[in-house]
């Protein structure tokens, strides 16, 4: 009788052992997310944020543009 039990309780071992062997890798991946997400936001290196003033100056003059269009008056 237990030489017929053999295969499945060694299935149900390794299959527990996967299984806990997985559960332990999930717990360390979200482990390294919380610490990735608790650390600070990096800076933006200073020509970034040039480049973005100078782009958003320039998307701001666009909407007064279309906002007059809109409104009707002539440019």
Do not use: N, Y
């Not at 237990?2 to 997985?22: D, I, N, R, W, Y």
């Not at 919380?34 to 100056?57: F, K, S, T």
């Amino acid at each position: 009788m237990f030489e017929q039990l053999l295969p499945s309780l060694t299935t149900l071992g390794v299959t527990a052992m996967v299984c806990g062997a997985g559960l332990h890798a999930w717990h360390g991946w979200l482990g390294l997310r919380r610490l990735e997400l608790g650390q600070e936001p990096r800076r933006q290196p200073a020509e970034e944020d040039v480049g973005m003033r100078i782009e958003m100056a320039a998307m701001r003059e666009r909407v007064k543009k279309l906002e007059a269009i809109a409104s009707g008056v002539e440019l």
